[in-house]
Structure formats: C-alpha cells, structure tokens
C-alpha cells in the first residue's frame, strides 16, 4: 500500500487550544467546521501529535502539566507534570518523544510517549518553543531572554551547542525546512522593524534576516519546503516567504491576534490561530488568501494537524 496515499485518505482534522477557557477545539478540514470540543487544564497554550500512540500532547500554563488525549476517544487520558509555565511542545518525528519548552523556568522537559516518564534538561532563560531536525537527531530550542537557539542531540539528551540571534530579539516559534538545511526563527521584538532569523543548520549560524509584521511569533514551512508562513500578532496579519530566496511573496490580513500557523500534510492549507479574537482563519496556499475563518474559543493559541484513527 502507498502510506502516503492511505495516509490523505484519512480525514483530517486540526486541534486548536483554547487558552482563555481550557479547552480544545477540534476542527474537521473538510468543511473547515468544530467537531468537538475538549476540556483540559488551565491556560492551554501549545499542542503537538504522536503518530506512534496516536495521542495529542498539550501544555497547560497553569498547571505546569501536559495533558495527553487519546485521539480515538477525544478524551484526556493522563496529566504529566513538567516545568515551570511550558507553552511550545513538539513530538520527535518518530513520535517516540515529546519535548516541552517551560518558559517560566530554564529547562525543557522530555517526555517518553510509552512509559510516560519525565526528563529535564536545563537549557537557559524562558524557553519558548521547540523544533527537530527531519531525521530527529537534534531538536533547536528558542531561549528567549539568552536570545539563543539551544541545540540539543536527542541521543545524548544534552546540549551541544548555543546559535545567538543577531538583528532579533526575544526568538520564539521555529520551524526547520523538510531538507533539514533552515531553520526560520520568529523574532517576537519590541516593536517595528519586527524580524525573522534565518540560520543555515550545517554551519548552526545566522545567514538571513526577513523583515515581518509586527510582533512575529508562530512560524511553519510548507510540506513542499517552498514557502514559509509568519504570524505578526501586532499587525494581525501572515508573512508569506519564499524559502528559496527569503524574499517575501506576500502579506495576508487575517483576525486579530494571530499567533501560531500549521499547515496541512497535504500543502493546500495553513490553520492560523488568532488570540484576540478566538477564531482560526483558513489560508489557501495556492492563492494566498483567507478562505474561511472558524469560531474556536477564548484566546484561541496554538494549533496542529493530525489524521483520525479510522479511515476517512
């Protein structure tokens, strides 16, 4: 059988968390319409997929905790104790891991999906968000207040190596091209010009800097590695850049708010989530302009992407 083809012919849906009411909304990307809605723990802020256990991971702020939903039931089945305020979260590309960024501490909490057990690794000041390398051998952390991209071998579990950020600061999302050659850092800033960091990962150094909206924060590649998708949360609106060249090809308004982007498998969509206004707009990448927008939630923060159990 073609997995890739099984694996479009399940429906797909988006998971998008709800921060101001502890919730997350499930979004079926058919008709682009909520299925359901999932209660978890207090101030949900990031969300990631294992494939390997077909569960959904989610940071709650609050309660300094991630809650794990079993994507059969839409039910939370455990609540794992991590740092200190975690908000970015990120599966391992095996699905075997998954690591949590604790912005109010210093460290980043690796949880094993199948003995559900916990490990810390200090990284520096107020992580934020977390990102791997395609074949999953290191994992690039955005330590905010160091103004610093930790890198992490994921065998090893340790540190090996700092990037600073230059003509940026306070980094924030990341997300690493397909070939593993770029990772794109959003510079959260103190105002305009607002910038995107673009660090060449054989060297582990700055070669580019994009001028974006104001106040990036959530970034996401394309499955075909040609275009790059920038939320600016002041501006209300997405930087679209071609990932060949870092030129910008376009500039859409979307809701207010918007803070993180998640694209589907199949690159014909981008999920972008908008704090101030609880609502998801949809993005035709094709076109490059907004083709619906969804009522979520309250504060509606992060989102990802992830086929159901059960053939579509």
């Known amino acids: ?21 502890c919730t997350i909304s499930m979004i079926d990307t058919k008709n682009d319409k909520v299925t359901d809605t999932i209660p978890v723990g207090d101030q949900p802020d990031g969300i990631t997929i294992s494939p390997l256990v077909k569960q959904a991971y989610v940071s709650n702020t609050n309660n300094n905790s991630v809650s794990v939903i079993d994507l059969s039931s839409h039910k939370v089945v455990n609540e794992i104790p991590v740092g200190e305020g975690p908000v970015g979260i990120a599966a391992t590309p095996n699905g075997r891991k998954v690591y949590v960024a604790n912005f109010g501490g210093t460290t980043v909490s690796i949880i094993d999906v199948c ?17 791997f390398s395609p074949d999953g051998r290191m994992a690039y952390v955005a330590v905010t207040i160091s103004n610093v991209i930790a890198v992490i071998d994921t065998k090893k ?8 950020i230059t003509n940026g600061e306070f ?21 305009e010009p607002s ?17 974006v909206g104001i106040r990036p924060n959530g970034v996401a590649v394309t499955t075909d590695g040609k275009k790059v998708y920038i939320t ?5 609106n997405v930087t679209v850049v071609d ?41 035709c990448i094709r076109t490059n302009r ?16 992830s086929p159901s159990c059960f053939p579509f």
């Open 1 to 21: 059988m073609n997995r890739k083809k099984h694996f479009y012919n399940k429906k797909l849906f988006a998971y998008a968390t709800n921060f101001g009411d």
């Open 115 to 131: 003995k559900q057990t916990v490990k810390h690794i200090e990284v520096g000041d107020n992580p934020f968000d977390v990102a």
């Open 157 to 164: 579990e340790r540190v090996i190596d700092r990037i600073p």
């Open 171 to 191: 980094p924030r999302d990341l997300a690493v091209t397909p070939n593993g050659k770029k990772l794109y850092v959003a510079n959260r800033g103190r105002g």
């Open 195 to 211: 910038t995107v960091s673009v660090i060449d990962l054989e060297e582990n150094v700055v070669t580019n800097t994009i001028n």
């Open 232 to 236: 600016n949360i002041s501006s209300d």
């Open 243 to 283: 990932a060949c060249d870092d030129s910008i090809i376009a500039t859409i308004n979307v809701g207010d708010g918007p803070t993180d982007v998640c694209i589907t498998p199949d690159g014909k969509k981008a999920y972008v989530t908008n704090f101030n206004a609880g609502t998801v707009s949809v993005i």
């Open 290 to 305: 907004v083709m619906t927008t969804i009522p979520t939630g309250k504060q509606t923060s992060d989102c990802a992407i």
